[in-house]
């Protein structure tokens, strides 16, 4: 019987691992350092996440429009 290829999910499971065992390492290693960010870093990622939904039209409880048939 002929063996199959895998799937796109296997193999992005697969990648996500080896990424996973990379940072890891790298952590470990002292070449990666993790760290939470600060109140005010956290102040102005919500502000950059609250503008860029606002260009988009994707406020919360917002109804987007359907596109118009051709």
Do not use: F, N
Not at 33 to 44: C, D, L, N, S
Not at 46 to 63: I, L, S
């Amino acid at each position: 019987m002929a063996t199959r290829r895998p799937t796109q999910s296997e193999i992005a499971a697969a990648k996500k691992v080896e990424r996973q065992d990379e940072m890891d390492a790298a952590i470990a290693s002292g070449r990666l350092v993790v760290r939470q960010m600060t109140p005010e870093e956290r102040a102005e990622s919500d502000a950059r996440r609250a503008a860029a939904q606002a260009r988009k039209g994707k406020g919360k409880g917002g109804a987007r429009a359907k596109p118009k048939a051709r």
